[in-house]
């Protein structure tokens, strides 16, 4: 007699259990997937502000203290007032060469020696990350395809927000923030981050889960710590009452009000 092998197969009803479970399990899964992924991002971001610190403390134990120059090519020279430009096309020794300002001095000195360091792994705008300015050229060459794209100014940006507060400074009178930015390490206000990550708008912020948002912030002392406090993204007002954030995220704000922002968001985080 010929044997006969039975067949098994699934019925309708098992395959759909199989998959029902299978999606009950992903959807456990991926949320505890991208915190993970986002908190690698935070750990990252936070390691490379600390790299930062590292370098500007040695460039600044080589140079009396002084911190890396924020200042156009005029006579008398002005402040660059955008927290976050490295180059700009329009700023250039009589050589042609590009004049570096704030970190890439750290760069051109080799005090931080890979400039991805100066990019934050969770910045979400294109104008604050690195793969923008590494084509056609390296990194700190102009012109560079992204500002042409883009209809973006031909500068670097960096993707963290530099605003080294004076221990004793003078506030303007007319945006309440800080009249001169700290020259010196030694003169860095001692319980204000100097270094935050981008601060444009809330929905850009680098750090957030389910609009809970943070900020990693590199302090004078060599720390970096990570403020999570919800105050400081939904409950600040410049000395005019307009709510910070809010401004913000509608755009069209000046400079004047950017620093007050900034400063604003800068005393909110505390030491």
């Given amino acids: 007699m010929r044997n006969e092998t039975k067949r098994h197969a699934f019925t309708l009803i098992e395959l759909l259990v199989v998959i029902a479970i299978i999606a009950l399990l992903l959807s456990i899964l991926i949320p505890g997937l991208?915190?993970?992924?986002?908190?690698?991002?935070?750990?990252?971001?936070g390691t490379r502000l600390k790299q930062i610190g590292t370098g500007l403390k040695l460039y600044a134990d080589a140079f009396r203290e002084f911190l890396p120059d924020e200042f156009d090519l005029s006579s008398p020279p002005k402040p660059e007032t955008h927290r976050y430009t490295l180059y700009r096309d329009n700023l250039r020794y009589a050589s042609g060469k590009l004049k570096p300002l704030r970190f890439?001095?750290?760069?051109?000195?080799?005090?931080?020696?890979?400039?991805?360091?100066?990019?934050?792994?969770?910045n979400r705008l294109g104008g604050y990350k690195y793969e923008s300015y590494v084509k056609p050229?390296?990194?700190?060459?102009?012109?560079?395809?992204?500002?042409?794209?883009?209809?973006?100014?031909?500068?670097?940006?960096?993707?963290?927000?530099?605003?080294?507060?004076?221990?004793?400074?003078?506030?303007?009178?007319?945006?309440?923030?800080?009249?001169?930015?700290?020259s010196k390490?030694?003169?860095?206000?001692?319980?204000?981050?100097?270094t935050t990550?981008?601060?444009?708008?809330?929905?850009?912020?680098?750090?957030?889960?389910?609009?809970?948002?943070?900020?990693?912030?590199?302090?004078?002392?060599g720390h970096v710590a990570y403020c999570n406090d919800q105050t400081v993204f939904n409950d600040l007002k410049d000395p005019a009452g307009r709510d910070i954030w809010t401004t913000l995220?509608?755009?069209?704000?000046?400079?004047?009000?950017?620093?007050?922002?900034?400063?604003?968001v800068f005393r909110a985080m505390g030491p």
């Fill in 137 to 182: 050229g390296p990194w700190g060459y102009l012109p560079q395809d992204y500002n042409t794209a883009s209809g973006s100014n031909q500068w670097v940006r960096m993707g963290f927000t530099y605003y080294p507060v004076e221990r004793n400074s003078r506030l303007n009178s007319a945006t309440h923030a800080p009249q001169e930015m700290a």
């Fill in 34 to 45: 991208k915190r993970a992924k986002d908190y690698s991002k935070r750990v990252i971001c």
């Fill in 197 to 221: 990550d981008i601060i444009h708008n809330r929905p850009t912020i680098s750090h957030q889960n389910n609009k809970l948002y943070g900020l990693n912030g590199l302090y004078s002392d």
């Fill in 249 to 264: 995220d509608a755009g069209g704000f000046d400079l004047g009000f950017y620093s007050t922002a900034i400063y604003t």
């Fill in 185 to 194: 390490y030694i003169r860095l206000h001692p319980s204000l981050p100097y």
């Fill in 104 to 122: 890439a001095y750290l760069y051109e000195l080799d005090y931080v020696d890979v400039p991805e360091i100066f990019y934050c792994p969770g």
